[in-house]
């Protein structure tokens, strides 16, 4: 059937379809003030829910509330004190499902 | 040694803590609460299993040692019996491809799935012997004693303290307690992949006619060449009515490439050798994790006083290429830890040297010896030569084999794998060299 392209799922599709029950408090903290000096930015790549967006003044926009909790930012980030990482509140964040 | 005091039951909230009910935390207890043992099995997600995904296939056969005829009550979804390796590049495609019926038989081989399920039955199991589990509850870290062993665990909940003669840290790939008792230098990114999948909803009959399986029968496919620039490797397992599609990715490769994890999906699933399979499935559930990857190489210290670390948090999951095994390693090295603390507390020792039952017993069993096996596997497979040279050697000797070139008459097959050796930049001693790391690994 050749290399026919079918439409690939949308990102905020493809977050939609994990369940994640967010706590008001942030488990990950970025330091946008440290990423101004990054180059590299591994964590832009790398995370799988694409929770490091740059910004235009050079730092990152981080937004905690969908996250897999997976932990590729903090190894991947070469920044000290860039990232406070941390598990969410028990009971929050990400949920798999049951059938 | 510890004061005799800090061993005292009545005095601790517990006999044992276990922290995190995946396979090696809930085999732990299981062990634990059937010596008698008053075990506490504490999880950060608000039931076992719902933070935890993988590929998936559990090779349960130790299980036998603790739930006999566990295939009659485990929450599978197939049983695999068919098993195929692929070696692509863009355009191609080699497969092995393995069938075994028996293994759709009991007592089986291995099965299919979803871990939410497959975790919270096993840590219904310790819960019936006895264990006392809680929930919705984050270990925040440990406690130690005037002696400076570990005596329990902190929490985030309200006077959520926990004391307890021996802590079993079963708290997965990111172990921050082995971390904070020192067993673990510092993470290091070399040593660990990205796991990221797709579960995609077909019905059944389409995934039957698609994997050529019939029945509760299942299909198991591991790929290598499918990650772009990034070293890694791909997987497809059919569940009953779902399919599971993913990648393993190298950290630091990753994060040195420019595709992300989800792009680096689209491009395998539109391989004209995957796109049949997956066409027209619709995501029922989007995933990630990690994977401690580098084998043997990576192991921490076992044991503190008064802990000890298993599965994943002890690097213990076996990531081989052909071979992604770690809920039976964590099984095992769960079940072992809770043999040795049941030994150690019946001769009142808990510090190293009276936990030293767990290492003796990894030592002797699969889960240290089939490390210490494949103690080259992971790095072979995942290196550049493997990744990114012997798919494109491999799927052109069977391309040109196969091709038919009329009227020029057919090559010899040596010759076409000396040609391609050279057309693809394959030194032939580096063959020659990475075929004897092989047979090493594997052999
Ligand atoms: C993409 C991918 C594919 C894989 N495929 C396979 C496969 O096909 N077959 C296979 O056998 N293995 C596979 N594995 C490996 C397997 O998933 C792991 O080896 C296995 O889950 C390890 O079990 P564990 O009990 O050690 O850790 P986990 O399953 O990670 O369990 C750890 C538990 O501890 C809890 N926890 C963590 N920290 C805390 C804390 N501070 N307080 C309280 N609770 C805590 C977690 O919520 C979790 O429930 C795969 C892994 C990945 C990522
Ligand atoms: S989080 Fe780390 S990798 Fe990402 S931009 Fe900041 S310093 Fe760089
Ligand atoms: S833990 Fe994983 S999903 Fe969460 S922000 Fe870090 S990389 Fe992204």
């Known amino acids: 059937m050749g290399r026919e392209v079918w439409p690939d799922i949308a990102f905020q599709d493809r977050i939609d379809s994990a369940t994640f029950r967010v706590h008001h408090q942030a488990h990950i903290v970025v330091d946008s003030a440290i990423c101004g000096d990054c180059s590299t930015r591994e964590c832009i790549v790398a995370c799988p829910a694409n929770l490091f967006v740059p910004t235009s003044d050079g730092g990152i926009l981080f937004n905690y509330e969908q996250c897999f909790e997976c932990g590729t930012c903090y190894m991947v980030c070469n920044r000290e004190g860039a990232i406070s990482w941390d598990y969410p509140e028990g009971g929050f964040g990400v949920v798999y499902k049951r059938t | ?443």
């Open chain 2, 1 to 443: 040694m510890r004061d005799a005091g800090a061993l005292d039951p009545a005095t601790l909230d517990a006999d044992v803590i276990v922290v995190g009910a995946g396979p090696a935390g809930s085999c732990a207890a299981i062990v634990l609460a059937r010596a008698g043992k008053r075990v506490v099995l504490i999880e950060r997600g608000p039931f076992p299993g719902s933070k935890n995904m993988y590929g998936g296939v559990v090779y349960p056969r130790i299980l036998d040692q603790l739930i006999p005829n566990w295939w009659l009550e485990a929450p599978v979804q197939r049983w695999v019996t068919r098993r195929s390796t692929m070696i692509m590049t863009d355009d191609k495609a080699l497969t092995v491809d393995f069938r075994c019926e028996a293994w759709g038989k009991p007592p089986h081989n291995g099965a299919t799935a979803f871990r939410p399920d497959f975790d919270a039955w096993l840590a219904d199991k310790a819960v019936v012997a006895g264990a006392r589990l809680i929930c919705s509850t984050t270990v925040t870290g440990l406690l130690h004693n005037e002696a400076g062993a570990v005596s329990g665990v902190t929490t985030d909940r309200p006077d959520g303290d926990l004391t307890a003669a021996v802590v079993i840290a079963c708290d997965g790939v990111n172990s921050f307690l082995a971390k904070q008792e020192g067993l673990y230098g510092e993470f290091d990114a070399a040593n660990y992949t990205l796991g990221v999948k797709e579960t995609l909803a077909l019905p059944k009959e389409t995934i039957d006619e698609r994997f050529g399986v019939r029945g509760t029968d299942g299909v198991d496919i591991e790929i290598v060449g499918c990650t772009g620039g990034v070293n890694g490797g791909g997987f497809i397992y059919t569940n009953l009515d779902t399919i599971a599609v993913g990648l393993v990715l190298k950290l630091p490769k990753l994060a040195a490439q420019k595709q992300r994890p989800e792009e680096l999906i689209a491009t395998m699933k539109r391989h004209p050798a995957i796109a049949p399979l997956v066409e027209g499935a619709e995501l029922k559930e989007y995933s990630a994790h990690l994977i401690p990857e580098a084998g043997i190489s990576m192991l921490p210290t076992l044991s503190g006083n008064g802990m000890l670390l298993a599965g994943d948090a002890a690097a213990l999951c076996l990531a081989a290429g052909i071979w992604l095994e770690g809920v039976n390693f964590a099984m095992a090295s769960g079940m072992y830890a809770g043999e040795a603390v049941v030994e150690a507390l019946r001769a009142q020792d808990v510090t190293v040297s009276g936990l030293a039952g767990y290492q003796r017993r990894l030592e002797a069993t699969f889960v240290l010896k089939d490390h210490r096996k494949l103690k080259r596997a992971p790095e072979l497979v995942l290196s550049d030569r493997v990744q990114h040279l012997y798919p494109e050697f491999v799927t052109s000797v069977a391309e040109r084999m196969f091709r038919v070139d009329n009227p020029a008459p057919k090559p010899g097959v040596r010759r076409i794998i000396a040609q391609e050796r050279k057309r693809v930049g394959i030194r032939r001693r580096d063959l020659a060299a990475d075929g004897v790391a092989g047979l090493r690994s594997f052999g």
